[in-house]
Each structure stands twice: as C-alpha cells, then as structure tokens.
C-alpha cells in the first residue's frame, strides 16, 4: 500500500483543522480571544498528539497486517445486504420516533405534516425561531419509553445510508427504492425543523463512503468508482447546494434569492456583537457583500467554539466521571439517575460570558470536562491511532464495521472547532460505541482466522 493512501485521511483532517484555525485568527470576524499563549499551545499539543497516534498505530498496522485477502479474511461485507430488511425496518422506527421528538409533534402521524414542511421549505427562519420557542412545546407530550427504542434502533437509522452507498451495487431496485424513502424521513424532519446539521450530515456521509470506495485495496480506479456511484453523486451535489441553501436562509432570515435578487438585507449577528465580538465589515472603509456576510456567518459556524475554549482556559478543572463531554448524558443522568454535574462543566462554569445554551463550545472543551485540558493530550493520542486502525481496516480489509465508522470519525472531526457533535446527541453516540464494540469483535475474530490459517 502507498504511503498517500495510507496518510490521506490524516493530511485531510489536519488541513482542515489548521484551516479552521486560519479562518478563526485571520477571518472576517474579530474574536477577542483569551489566554491567547494557552490557547495556542494546547491547540498545539491536541495536534501533535493526534498525528503521532495516527503515525504510530499506522506503522505497527501495516507492519503487522494479516496477509490473507479481504474476501478469504472476512465475511462481513455481507452483512448489509443479508440483514437489509431488518436493518430498513428499524432505521424505519427510529426515523418516525426521532421526527416526532425533534418537530415536536402530538402524533406520530402529525396532521400539520404538509403545512409544516412548507414553512421549513419557504420560511425556514420562522420554522427555526418557532421551535426555539416555547410555542412548540404546546401539545407535546414525551413519551420515555418510545424514545428509548432509538438506543437500539438508532444504530440502524445510522448505517443505512453508508450501507447504501457501499452496497448499492448488490441492492435490487425495490430495495434501492424503498431504502430511499426511508432515508428522506431526516431530511423532512430537517426541513420542517429547519436543522441543517441533518442536511450537512448526508453530505458529510456520502462523501466520506466515496473517499473511502476510491481508497480502497479493491477500488477499480477512481473514475469507474465514481461511475458506479453515480446516483450518490447526483445526491451528494444537490444535498450540498440545499444545504447551504438553508443554512444561510435560517442565519440571514431571508432566502439567497431574497437577498440576491431582491436586495432583502440579510440578518446580523447581534447575539455575537453583544458579547462584544465585531465584524472587519465593518471597518471604515471595508467592502460589504453578500459573499462577505454568507463568509462571516459560515465562520462563526465553524470555528465560534474555539473562543469558548479560550474564555473556559480561566476555569479550575473538577472531573464530571465521564458524563460530562455528551450533553445527551448530563441530562440523562440528572433526569434518571438524580446525578447532575452540569456544574462541574466548563461550558456552565463560563455561561455568564459565552452562554452554554446559546453558544457553542469545542470538541475539546467537552472532553476537558471529564480529563481537564491537560488530559485531552492523551484522549487525542489514542483517537488518532484509534482512527488510523478503522481506516485501514476498512480500505485493506473491507472490515464492514470500519466502512461505517469512518462516517462518524468524518463527522467528528468537522466540528471538533464547533462541537461535541457525536457524542453529544443518542443515536451517533450509540452508533459509534455499539460499532467501536463489533470492529473490536470481528478484529478479534479475524486475527484468529489468520492464525488457524497459518497453523495449518
């Protein structure tokens, strides 16, 4: 194997991180960051660490890897296509659970569905402010029991859309088509919330499934990859443009046609200038765009949890026991278990400055809740061997569990400026433990064949 496809997906995450960091010291938007030194030198430290784990689980990997072909050492690549029914029909359950949780609705086949989607289409910042309210919760009524079917299910809501991608060549076109339908079910609860982390989500999934298809040990090439994945491509570029359609439309209250065409003047950022945050737009002299406005809204996106980070670097470190990097789990816990440490967090610590309801705070913070910020050295160690490992097994092994991990590490790694996106939320928190804990297993399981083969 080449060394570029074995780095590749290091080179990616790292020049889009430091791009991150570019864009947050050097951008559109002048964020008046604290404890600049410490800032910069564990961001320094999050980053070497990470690397040298990717590097060294790389070398022992491809020192150490079993010789045996991916088809005689593995059978999992069946997996989906054996289970597709099962797996269609539980993605199925949590799509209608997780759309009545998230639009808030008093039905599981709410009435307003038609009405509802047209505001999300139209007016999605009206959507957006309406579920931000305490309007939406009229009617609702949680139901715990139902929800806990996406502790199972989620998982299966998660992979049907890597496994289509993968396996779309091995799908008929009954279940290609009825597969298809089930995906939109997050794409409508997207619209009529007005979400486009959902929309983003897709875009990020499909492209990392290609990437991986072109990287992999069985890839034809890259042009007849892609060829077979036409449709996906198609897919992809549309849910790309809608995207940043509606990201846009929700942050400026008005639509880029609105804005374009009819001269409407798109939303500020009030909330940020309050917290005295301000805009090279507005220097004397300076140009003011559309492009510039749709830029500082994209930044403030990425990057806004970087200078979280920097205002929680004043605070004193007081463990949360491995509750507090997922918000999902802080309130689980006090909820069900009368266990709170939300006090013990950075982002609570520091709500007077940067509040942690409003504002986002990084992938980093999170996980300094639980180990400080000292302690997240190591937990990025053992992420960037643990993500060189999935990697390769997927693109040398064709190791089913891997292929879908890679998704979720894609996802990751794109808001670790912004967010805990993961592990923050049930079914991606899950879907990455219950498939960290079967690539695990079938590791196990193959290296065994190996070995029965070798003693043979």
């Known amino acids: 194997m080449n060394t570029v496809k074995s780095y590749a997906p290091l080179l990616l995450v790292e020049a889009y991180l430091l791009f991150g960091l570019w864009i947050f010291f050097f951008g559109p938007i002048y964020w008046p960051l604290e404890n600049k030194s410490e800032f910069l030198g564990f961001i320094f430290l999050y980053h070497a660490f990470f690397i040298a784990g990717y590097i060294l689980q790389s070398s022992f990997f491809l020192k150490h890897r079993a010789t045996l ?15 597709f029914w099962i797996i269609l029909l539980l993605a199925f359950a949590a799509n209608v ?9 008093n039905s599981y086949i709410p009435d307003n569905f038609f009405s509802s989607l047209y505001r999300g289409l139209v007016i999605p910042w009206e959507a957006r402010a309406f579920y931000a309210s305490e309007a939406s919760m009229i009617g609702f009524v949680k139901n715990p029991y139902i929800t806990a079917i996406t502790l199972f299910a989620g ?28 995906l939109t079910i997050p794409l409508l609860t997207g619209i009529i919330a007005s979400l486009s982390v959902i929309n983003f989500s897709y875009v990020f999934i499909i492209s990392t499934c290609l990437g991986v298809m072109v990287a992999s040990k069985s890839s034809k090439g890259v042009i007849n990859t892609l060829k077979q994945r036409k449709f996906f491509i ?40 309050q917290k005295g945050i ?56 006090a ?5 709170d440490v939300r006090n013990r967090t950075f982002p609570h610590k ?51 569990y891997a292929k879908m991990l890679l998704p979720l590490f894609g996802i990751l790694f794109l808001y670790i400026p912004a967010n805990n996106q993961i592990f923050g939320f049930l079914e991606t928190m899950v879907s990455f433990w219950i498939l960290t804990l079967l690539f695990i297993l079938s590791k196990r399981a193959r290296a065994s064949e190996c070995a029965e083969v070798k003693s043979i």
């Open 69 to 83: 072909a991916p088809t005689e050492a593995s059978t999992d690549d069946n997996v989906f296509v054996r289970y």
């Open 97 to 105: 659970v997780v759309h009545r949780n998230t639009t808030l609705s």
């Open 155 to 182: 998982l299966f809501k998660y992979i049907l859309l890597p496994g289509l991608v993968f396996y779309w060549h091995a799908l008929s076109p009954p279940r290609r088509v009825a597969a298809m339908l089930v």
């Open 234 to 273: 198609a897919f992809l570029a549309f849910m790309f443009l809608f995207s940043f359609w509606q990201f846009y439309s929700v942050k400026s209250a008005h639509s880029p046609y609105q804005v374009i065409v009819e001269k409407s003047k798109p939303q500020s950022f009030d909330y940020l200038k």
């Open 278 to 333: 301000t805009f090279k737009s507005e220097d004397p002299g300076a140009e003011r765009s559309n492009a510039i406005d749709f830029y500082e809204k994209l930044t403030s996106y990425m990057v806004q949890g970087y200078y979280g980070m920097s205002i929680s670097l004043d605070e004193s470190f007081q463990s949360s026991f491995g509750i507090g990097h997922s918000v999902f789990l802080q309130k689980s816990f």
């Open 335 to 339: 909820q069900y278990l009368g266990i």
């Open 350 to 400: 520091i709500t007077e400055k940067w509040d942690e309801f409003v504002y986002w705070h990084s992938f980093y913070t999170y996980i300094a809740n639980d180990v400080g910020f000292w302690g997240v050295t190591i937990v990025m160690l053992i992420l960037g061997a643990y993500f060189s490992n999935v990697y390769l097994s997927a693109i040398l092994h064709d190791n089913f």
